[in-house]
């Protein structure tokens, strides 16, 4: 037994393995509480051929609840509050284990907490026992009204909870923003950042000729105008040489070509004033009929 004005001014400390939490149906019962332990004690077995460790924690009694702690940050992991536990037992065939009943706030859930004591779990039993015992004294000396402060201190307490897990969470987001924005900020002493060809709006490297040459435009590309002399022109397949508008000019014609061309002309120019001296005779005829 412990000195009464430890648990309600203050809170025993103890150290235990928690094995876990599972939902009951019922609030109390020893057979509840047996079948929850042999559940959780089947699942740490497992968790141990995997080689995962059960945690350690930190029990806080008092006449206000069963806080449990993280034994190294001190960080509250759960808030059992004594008006909301129903029922608490150690195992008579393992003095290691023992768990209490205690109804989520929000939910109503019956959930069993499970823990490992190495060979104390009836000392803690006691303990609990003897907070309720307080309690409940405590109740009666104050008509009631100690309970609505427990009450409402409970919830302060569940909400402080809250409030510290969400920050630890913030914490570590910032925590791992500062890392990512270091790692990008860093880079290696003396690097020289590779050059980049320039590229034009089609992502694609201009292409730069060896040697000028002409071009001229077609479809807007530029295309270039390969230029032959006359011997690498060739002939054609009656042995005359093919017609280029480029190089030809106006009076490169052979004689008899040209003589020909003379005549149409001479001609052309006879018929025009025979056409002439038609005209004028119709005219003079007109006239006369008149």
């Known amino acids: 037994m412990h000195n009464p004005e430890v648990l309600v001014q203050h809170h025993v400390t103890y150290s235990a393995k928690f094995l876990g939490i599972t939902e009951v149906d019922q609030p109390k019962g020893t057979d509840v509480v047996r079948i929850a332990v042999r559940k959780l004690k089947f699942q740490s077995h497992i968790r141990k051929s995997e080689g995962e460790k059960i945690p350690k924690v930190e029990l806080q009694i008092s006449i206000y609840g069963v806080k449990i702690l993280d034994p190294k940050t001190k960080d509250i992991l759960h808030n059992s509050q004594l008006h909301r536990m129903s029922f608490c037992a150690d195992d008579k065939t393992d003095e290691r284990i023992f768990a209490y009943i205690c109804t989520e706030l929000n ?50 307490q569940k909400r402080i909870q809250d409030l510290e897990m969400e920050n630890s969470k913030l914490k570590k987001q910032l925590q791992e923003l500062e890392d990512q924005l270091l790692s990008t900020q860093a880079s290696p002493a003396g690097s020289i950042p590779a050059r980049v060809p320039s590229t034009d709006i089609f992502d694609m490297v201009p292409f730069t000729p060896t040697s000028p040459v002409s071009r001229i435009p077609i479809c807007n590309v530029t295309l ?67």
């Not at 109740?139 to 100690?146: A, V």
């Not at 056409?275 to 003079?284: A, G, P």
């Open 107 to 156: 939910t109503k859930k019956h959930l069993c907490y499970v823990f490992d004591s190495e060979k104390c779990a009836e000392e803690i039993t006691v303990a609990i026992g003897q907070a309720f015992d307080l309690a409940y004294t405590k109740f009666l000396e104050s008509g009631g009204k100690d309970v609505e402060t427990r009450q409402q201190i409970g919830n302060f």
């Open 224 to 290: 270039p105008l390969p230029l032959l002399s006359p011997k690498n022109r060739g002939v054609d397949l009656f042995g005359a040489e093919p017609f280029d508008p480029f190089i030809c000019g106006f009076a490169d014609y052979t004689p008899d070509i040209q003589s020909k061309l003379d005549e149409i002309q001479v001609g052309s120019s006879h018929c025009a004033q025979k056409s002439d001296s038609v005209s004028i005779l119709q005219t003079n005829v007109l006239a006369r009929c008149v």
